[in-house]
Each structure stands twice: as C-alpha cells, then as structure tokens.
C-alpha cells in the first residue's frame, strides 16, 4: 500500500497494476506504466500496487485490458466489497519463468517457454496479461528481462 500527496517524484515505470482509492472512497485500476510520470496531485491519494499476475487472478481483469490512463473498477458498488474467491486461476508459469530469466538472463525466450510447456506465442500472451510486458521486453532501469 501506498500514499501521495503533492508533487510526484520521478519514478520509473512498473510492469504492475495500482488500485487507486480516491477520497471519495471510489475505486480505479492504472495500468502498467510504459513512462515516467510527474505532476501534482490536488488531493491525496491512496493506492495498492498489484504485481505481475495478481489483477487477473483476484479481479479477472488481465493487465493489458486496463487504461493507461486507469479504469474505474468495474462490479464493486461498493467500495469496500472483497472478492471472494479469485476470478482467475493464478498463473504459475510466470513466476518459474521469471526465476529462471533470473538465472539466465541471455537464454531465449523460447527454451523459458518450453521449460513451462509453453510455445513462446503462448507465453509472450501471459506475460502481456500479468504485465503489459513481453518477456524480451527490458525492465525499467534495467538491461535484462523482467
């Protein structure tokens, strides 16, 4: 969890959602940032960022379905309602992908497909959804992989 009042501070950009909690006590969805923002924010805000995976597999909304720009968060009338159960079986691969990119940063992507039982079509498509990110894509500030 997380909170900012007044200016933002430079930041590089996250492969994660953020559900944001206005003071209205509305909720919205910011998808993976792709840019460095700063401004000023008029009233302070209150967010959780969500990592890779976890806004599919707790709201049923893949990351690359989320705005840039956010999203109010659909199906909660009300603001403190938790869901349930997860709306989306979590995505093991990913995890055991990105240990393994760890380990071996310069092996392609395909061996770290096939290494889940994935083509690598399939799991550049779970990596857009648990982070609007290919896995070749660089993390911010960083020359390896995610």
């Known amino acids: 969890m997380w909170r900012r009042v007044g200016e933002l501070a430079v930041a590089l950009p996250q492969p994660a959602v953020d559900l944001l909690v206005f003071a209205d006590g509305s909720l919205w969805l910011a998808g993976p940032e792709t840019v460095a923002r700063t401004g000023s924010l008029p009233e302070p805000l209150t967010g959780v960022r969500l990592r890779p995976g976890t806004c599919a597999s707790v709201l049923g909304i893949g990351a690359d379905e989320v ?13 403190f309602q938790a869901p349930r159960q997860p709306a989306r079986s979590p995505d093991r691969a ?16 395909a061996q770290h497909a096939a290494a889940v039982g994935l083509s690598e079509r399939q799991l550049r498509r779970r990596f857009l959804v648990a982070g609007r ?11 390896g992989p995610l």
Do not use: W
């Not at 240990?99 to 992507?109: I, K, N, S, T």
């Not at 990110?133 to 960083?142: D, F, H, L, W, Y």
């Open 94 to 109: 990913i995890p055991r992908v990105i240990q393994a990119m760890h380990a071996a940063p310069g092996a392609p992507v």
């Open 67 to 79: 705005s840039l720009d956010g999203m109010p968060l659909p199906g909660f009338d009300d603001p």
């Open 133 to 143: 990110r290919t896995p070749s894509e660089p993390r911010a500030g960083r020359s």
